[in-house]
């Protein structure tokens, strides 16, 4: 029927609209895709002869796409150096896009296949002879790129032919590959004369060319005894050709003419035709032309200098509108240039350095150590008052900071200290605050400077701490301080003093040295009545392990001792002191900042340190022992360093079961030395005396007698096991090498009421395989007596487990508790001595085993030092990364690819994988942190 007809055929009119409407979008998806370079990141089985074949087939597509998945993976971090000869086959294809990302892939990969790496010198040479200067400007860079040794001698021909191109991008390409050769082989530089080239390249009419040839010609002068001539007439040349280059290109050329020694009149006109500069939208800009300002100020009177301080503080303070980022670099800068010209910014300049609420914390503190250096008479009220909105504000790091610069302020101008005292009363007295820290010691620094207002501040601030609550070590040293130099006139100070010494022992080691300082002026103040306190404190401090601690004491022990000592020593411990001086802690020394100023424009002016202290030099030096080595490639050392051998004196092992139980009325004398070697806590017994009526003789209840030499420092070994999880057994120990043979070092202790007996000790299966080669054979330990013990250990591969780690150890004695220690020997006890390990070797194993394993250590400036002396021998090293080898104990070999940087990353791999886990990130960050 005719409905029939008309249903089928709209039914099949839908199907093909449908059909025709998803092939269109199929197909728009597909051509999406193609545009996007995704699918060259993905990996698939079975790739790499897919690969070869798509490199070595004739369809320019095939090609492009296999070389953009190499570049890709390369990209991602793996291994595509075994594809090297087939990809520099291509290097030769006339399509510009396949060349540029083979050249790539070589410069790349050449390091990891210099043999294979000669096979592209051809093409190299015959790119530098192409019509189009594109692709000659490409094969030279790329030619002097790939710093491999055999290569060198083949980049000088066509390096000299690019030099006097017709081309200014093959000229300006080329200026970069000298400095470049130079890097690479110094010396052939020199030989081969293209020092002359550049300094002929220097007059060149086209001003990019001239930047590049000054950048190169002043980094050589910077690394070599090479003297460039720079004339007025150059300056004047490179004044002229400012304006015409890029914004590197002017900083390139304001950085050379700073080089300049000019004469007073040149000065002022180098200084007038640089100041236009100043208004350019670059930072760089701004501040290579301020450092070319500063430099040619020098040779100026005051009275020359004073028109311009006006025409370069503008620019600074338009800095202060940029970006973060930018911010923190200008005030590192304007810091330096503070301490050189202090009177630079005038008083409504000082407002451009607030801190705003939006900035991040970094350059609020820089700002307010530009405030500090900007704090006059003049501008006095109006940074106070910002300092003490800055101390509502709620970020702990940056309120502290601005109580200490309060304090500051009050230190630098005597006007302001009792308003700074009434502030920091009001900071005290805020109680949701932790302020603590930061008031006490901006207290200590204006009590220091004007001690005559210590009744301002001092009665009302001890009143609302509470000594329990102080937890910072430069709180309770700066309330100790207070105590010892104001306690006469203050309240309860015996009282705060006394929980002190009763808290002596757990205190941190600077707080230590207060409290015993402040104690000796306290009873000097009041002998009588603080005898008893001074004796406390004095017998604690005899017996720590701090030996600062320790003589300090015996110091003021034996000038108490002697009548007439005793009777000058109030002069010198609390006599009359020089006020201190204005705290600047970030001035910077004179001849160093000389240095600063001339590298105002480099990452030197936000370090605040010379260049030299982080840039190392290279060159050649004629002077010095030939050596064509390239100091970038991988190069075969022999280590510098052998395996230590310890000169200090080592515990002799102990037979504990001859020991006897020491009776306490024994004499200091006769006590077992090894018990004060390992660090016995319980303080010798000693004989009392009558106390005679002088000074000296006063203290000789704690004594005992005449003058002795102190007893060396005991060594402090970690504590394994602590008496109050144990029900009282103590346990410190560690692994230490004595004539050649690792022992495990115990100490135990018994402070509960019972004897201990009946121990032993097993090794579970660890890593290592460190197992005890006899029981352990110790006697009864005795309530309050420590008793010391040796155990022989070695390295069992039978007893080697890899899933273990840390290395555990099961004890027990007669209360039969089973305990678990975790001990592990430090890292060069458990590596072979150092040996240098072929580059090769280095290179197959390492491409032969798994994926490394990456560790990031936060530490590690000085990484070489600690490797080579920890068992690890250098391979070579490429740029700002090293290769190490090492072996362990159990005989497998270790490498590892340092990586200096912001955080020093360390990939490990081995023939077994379970070393570079876990046990190897304990052991080196142990050793480098």
Known sequence: SKATVSVLYWGGYKMAMTSRITEKFTKEIQKRTRKSDAKYFTSKRGETSELRDDLNSSDKDRQKDAVKKIIANMTLGRDVSFLFTDVVKLSRTPNMEIKKLVYLYIMANAKLNPDEAILAVNTFVLDCQHDNPTVRALAIRTMLCVRVENMTDHCCPPLRTTLNDQSDYVRKTAALGVLKLYHTSPKLCEEQGFFNDLQ???????????????????????????????????????????????????????????????????????????????????????????????????????????????????????????????QYIALRNIQIILQKYPNLFSLKDVRVFFCKYTDPIYVKLEKLKVLLRLFTDKSSESILKEFWEYCQEADPVFVAKSVEALG??????????????????????????????????????????????YNDILPQLFEQIDIEMLEEEGAKISFIWALGEFGGQLEETKERLEFFTETFREQPANVQLAVLTATVKFF???STENEGLLNDVLEKATTEDNPDLRDRAYMYWRMLSNDSHAAKMSDFVIGMKPPIKIDREDDIDPSRLRELLNSLDSIASVFHKPPSSFVQKYGWNPTAVEDDEDEDSIEDESPTSTTPTTTAAQPLPVDVAEQEPEPEAEPAARQNDLDFLFGDSTPAATTSAAPPQSSGAMLDDIFGGPTTTPTPAPRAWPVLLDPSATGGLSLKGGFEIIAGK??????????????????????????????????????????????????????????????????????????????????????????MPPAAMAKDAFMQQWKSTMQPVVHTFSGGANAAQVLSSNGFALVGSYQQQSFYS??????????????????????????????CGPWLQHQLGTVLN
């Open 742 to 831: 690792m022992r495990l070092q115990l100490v135990f202790g018994n402070t509960s009421s019972a004897p201990l007996h009946s121990f032993a000790i097993q090794f579970n299966t660890n890593i290592l395989g460190v197992k005890n080669d006899t029981p352990l054979e110790l006697a009864a330990v005795n309530p309050g007596q420590e008793v010391c013990a040796s155990v022989p250990v070695s390295f069992v591969q039978a007893h080697v487990n890899a899933s273990n780690f840390p290395t555990m150890i099961a004890m027990r004695n007669n209360m039969n508790v089973p305990y678990y220690l975790k001990c592990e020997p430090c890292l060069k006890d458990c590596m």
């Open 408 to 453: 500051s302020c009050a230190v630098r101008l005597e006007r302001v200290a009792p308003r700074v005292i009434d502030i920091l009363k009001k900071l005290a007295a805020n109680p949701g605050r932790q302020l603590m820290q930061p008031v006490l010691s901006a207290m200590k620094d204006v009590l220091r400077k004007y001690p005559q207002l």
């Open 200 to 326: 002929s390249l220097i007059t060149d009419s086209i001003p990019l060319v001239v930047a590049n040839s000054v950048l190169a010609i002043g980094e050589i002068m910077d690394n070599s005894s090479f003297s460039f001539p720079i004339t007025g007439g150059l300056v004047t040349k490179l004044l002229n050709a400012l304006s015409s280059c890029t914004d590197w290109g002017q900083v390139y050329l304001l950085d050379f003419i700073a080089r300049y020694k000019a004469k007073a009149t040149e000065a002022e006109s180098i200084v007038e035709r640089t100041i236009p500069r100043l208004q350019h939208g670059n930072y760089a800009v701004v501040l290579a032309a301020i450092r070319c300002i500063i430099h040619n100020l020098e040779v100026l009177t005051e009275d020359q200098r004073r028109p311009y301080y006006s025409k370069f503080t503008p620019p600074l303070v338009t800095l202060m509108s940029s970006p973060p980022e930018v």
């Open 886 to 915: 090492g072996k362990v104990v159990t005989g497998d070999t270790i490498l590892l690819e340092v990586t200096a940087g912001p955080q020093l990353t360390i990939a490990a791999k081995a023939e077994n994988m379970a070393y």
């Open 524 to 526: 000097l103040r009041a």
